[in-house]
T-cell receptor
Framework: GAGVSQSPRYKVAKRGQDVALRCDPISGHVSLFWYQQALGQGPEFLTYFQNEAQLDKSGLPSDRFFAERPEGSVSTLKIQRTQQEDSAVYLC???????????????FGEGSWLTVV | GENVEQHPSTLSVQEGDSAVIKCTYSDSASNYFPWYKQELGKRPQLIIDIRSNVGEKKDQRIAVTLNKTAKHFSLHITETQPEDSAVYFCAASNLNTGKLIFGQGTTLQVKP
């Protein structure tokens, strides 16, 4: 497709359940980012991949959060033993270049809306 | 740590008026400053960006200014239209980390 694709778009999970969120970046994009956006807030950085290498995971809130991008394309964000505070929109983004610091455009997906009940 | 402050949090203007949103950043290594527009339930969409080697950039009704010394950057929208109503986010990117730090967002309402 032409843009960043995420699935599922909506997910309701019972507290304690594990969830997996998928991101298909724009074809050929080297950099991939995951952000968490709580209601009424700006996106908060979670983690960053350059190809298959996870270069920065400083934003992951706890060891219940895990992200991977094994073949340098599709990425999965996994949340184990979900809690109510995990309820948010999880945004995936990709960029053609190696780092956004060089000024290359970052494109966002529509997000996966997670509600933990 | 890295921080981006954005003001105001809400802004209401009459159609045809101008709107200005201001941001400050803390990391002097930041060199890329995009602005995103996000409509309810939609993805953030890039509307304009500026690199640190320029002080101003304009694209039709939208302009962005950057003051590196003061670590300020601003979004200016002229001749506002009702379809400009949305939440606007500024962001700053650090050279070394490759990640965007976002402001808290400004909800812009353009009244017809």
């Amino acid at each position: 497709g032409a843009g960043v694709s995420q699935s599922p778009r909506y997910k309701v999970a019972k507290r304690g359940q594990d969830v997996a969120l998928r991101c298909d970046p724009i074809s050929g994009h080297v950099s991939l980012f995951w952000y968490q956006q709580a209601l009424g807030q700006g996106p908060e950085f979670l983690t960053y991949f350059q190809n298959e290498a996870q270069l920065d995971k400083s934003g992951l809130p706890s060891d219940r959060f895990f992200a991977e991008r094994p073949e340098g394309s599709v990425s999965t964000l996994k949340i184990q033993r979900t809690q109510q505070e995990d309820s948010a929109v999880y945004l995936c983004a990709s960029s053609l270049a190696l780092t956004s610091g060089s000024g290359n455009t970052i494109y966002f997906g529509e997000g996966s809306w997670l509600t933990v009940v | 740590g890295e921080n981006v402050e954005q003001h105001p949090s809400t802004l209401s203007v009459q159609e045809g008026d101008s709107a200005v949103i201001k941001c400050t950043y803390s990391d002097s290594a930041s060199n890329y400053f995009p602005w995103y527009k996000q409509e309810l339930g939609k993805r953030p969409q890039l509307i304009i960006d500026i690199r640190s080697n320029v002080g101003e950039k304009k694209d039709q009704r939208i302009a962005v200014t950057l003051n590196k010394t003061a670590k300020h950057f601003s979004l200016h929208i002229t001749e506002t239209q009702p379809e400009d109503s949305a939440v606007y986010f500024c962001a700053a990117s650090n050279l070394n980390t490759g990640k965007l730090i976002f402001g808290q967002g400004t909800t812009l309402q353009v009244k017809p």
